[in-house]
């Protein structure tokens, strides 16, 4: 049977579209936290009828396809098995259409988001979100993650941002939902069944997106506190002072800076390392000079109300992207180190992460706790330093970072999703009727299984 799946899957798709055997195991995944690529076989199909004839044939033969879009998730949504046939839209990356009047950009699931930014920006517009993983991350990818990014408190999640999908459902058929409107209450919403489904609905295939204007104004400064409490204090003062135009709220406690910049990290300190927290804050604009002086105003309000003990305001575009470079600085961070993204009320982030700092090390030796994250989007990352990653360590971790969640009634996942790795833990955050729903849709969806199989639910 196996050959018969390949060779039936090469008749569907072109020359050349297949990996199998060494060059599977060959695949380059951007961001090491994936181990070799393992599969039957990696199809590259270049439309969606080629998808839909996929999915139909390995539907039939009860085949589990794995999605594959820039596979920068977090939280093994990619992971395979020998079994396994890999998806990868990576061949499905043209724009459609970038209609400038209406503000959309209709585009195939496999373009990169950072090509999305550069076509809006080319046209005079603004592609509303952004990650540090931008240049791998694809369209199809953050619209099954739902991803968030640096903008969310502006421009909301890649939900408020998604128009309108193509799906292909796990037995072949099409789903075109091609909306194009601000308002369309024609019945179910059904797109929004898939955003942030992680593949395990259906296949994304193109993607209308809602672009911005694009702003003309931009200011970026880098702030230190003493203590937690006056980061909250910051949020609340720069929300009401820059109504509409402020873009960034992205907190980095010190564990998470030093690394980042010199002398312990690589990149130049604008300000020194060894405060308790610091922000750095974004407004971005289109008005020039009122922009300019409510950023000015906001920077002395925080001077004179003593919430900052230090602070940098970049005056030139190099200065704001050697500011953003620190807080994209995620990879020393993140490579060594176990990795949550919790949301929880912003006032009660700074008393979990202590619960952490002091409770994590007293049972897991030779650990560090690093905090950082989308403040202003109730988002903390937390990653979690080990010398030890076995999977001892590993679950005696989890189960403090989410016990000491459960007071606060957070959730286990702000941004990155549940994939394989945080499935153990999703009755944390949903309740048992949530779930149940959850499994009831995978079954009715994908009766047989076969769409990325394992995660988000379990329902073998
Ligand atoms: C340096 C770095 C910074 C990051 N910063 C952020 C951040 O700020 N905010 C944030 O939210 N995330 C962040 N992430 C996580 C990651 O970038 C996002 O989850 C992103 O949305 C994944 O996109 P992708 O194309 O790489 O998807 P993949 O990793 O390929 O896939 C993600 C999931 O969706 C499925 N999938 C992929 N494509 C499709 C499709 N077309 N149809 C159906 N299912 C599909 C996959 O099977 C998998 O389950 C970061 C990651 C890195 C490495």
Request: charged share 20%; hydrophobic share 45%.
């Amino acid at each position: 049977m196996n050959n018969d799946v390949l060779q039936q899957l090469a008749n569907i798709l072109g020359k050349g579209d297949i990996l199998t055997g060494a060059a599977v195991a060959a695949y380059e995944f951007p961001w090491e936290t994936h181990s070799e690529c393992r599969a039957r076989a990696i199809v590259f199909p270049r439309s969606t009828e080629q998808v839909a004839a996929v999915l139909k044939l390995c539907n039939q033969l009860r085949q589990p396809v794995v999605p594959f879009g820039g596979t920068t998730n977090l939280v093994q949504g990619c992971a395979t098995s020998d079994d396994d046939i890999v998806l990868s839209l990576a061949r499905m990356n043209e724009i459609e259409q970038l209609d400038v009047a209406e503000r959309t950009l209709t585009a195939q699931a496999g373009m990169t988001m950072q090509a999305a930014q550069e076509a809006a920006a080319a046209a005079g517009l603004y592609f509303p979100l952004d990650i540090g993983a931008r240049s791998n991350c694809t369209l199809g990818g953050i619209v099954s993650t739902n991803a968030g990014g640096t903008k969310v408190i502006r421009y909301g999640m890649t939900r408020d941002s998604v128009l309108g999908l193509e799906v292909v459902l796990a037995d072949g058929t099409v789903l075109t939902s091609m909306n194009r409107f601000i308002k369309n209450n024609s019945g179910f919403d059904l797109k929004q069944m898939f955003v942030g489904s992680e593949g395990v609905l259906g296949i994304v295939t193109r993607v209308v997106f809602r672009l911005a204007s694009k702003p003309t104004t931009q200011h970026v400064a880098l702030l230190a506190a003493d203590s937690f409490e006056k980061v909250v204090e910051m949020l609340a003062v720069a929300q009401g002072a820059l109504p509409g135009t402020l873009t960034g709220f992205e907190v980095m406690w010190n564990s998470f800076y030093e690394r980042a910049v010199v002398p312990r990290g690589r990149l130049p300190a604008p300000i020194e390392p060894g405060a308790c927290c610091y922000v750095l804050i974004e407004s971005m604009g289109t008005d020039t000079a009122h922009d300019q002086s409510a950023f000015e105003a906001l920077l002395e309000t925080l001077i004179d109300e003593e919430l900052i003990v230090d602070g940098v305001m970049a005056k030139s575009d190099r200065e704001q992207a050697d500011i953003w470079a620190i807080r994209d600085e995620v990879e020393p961070v993140l490579k060594q180190a176990h990795n949550f993204d919790v949301s929880l009320r912003s006032a009660d982030a700074g008393k979990y992460l202590e619960a952490l700092v002091r409770k994590i090390p007293q049972r897991v030796s030779n650990s560090e706790v690093v905090g950082f994250g989308h403040l202003g989007d109730n988002n903390l990352h937390v990653s979690v330093q080990l010398a030890d990653h076995s999977a001892e360590q590993v679950r005696t971790v989890e189960e403090i970072v989410y016990d000491e969640l459960r007071p606060f009634n957070g959730a286990i996942s702000a941004e990155h999703g549940i994939g394989i790795e945080k499935r153990a833990y999703l009755h944390v955050t949903r309740s048992d009727a949530e779930i149940a729903l959850m499994e009831k849709l995978k079954r009715t969806l994908d009766p047989n299984n076969i769409l990325n199989p394992g995660k988000i639910v379990s329902i073998t």
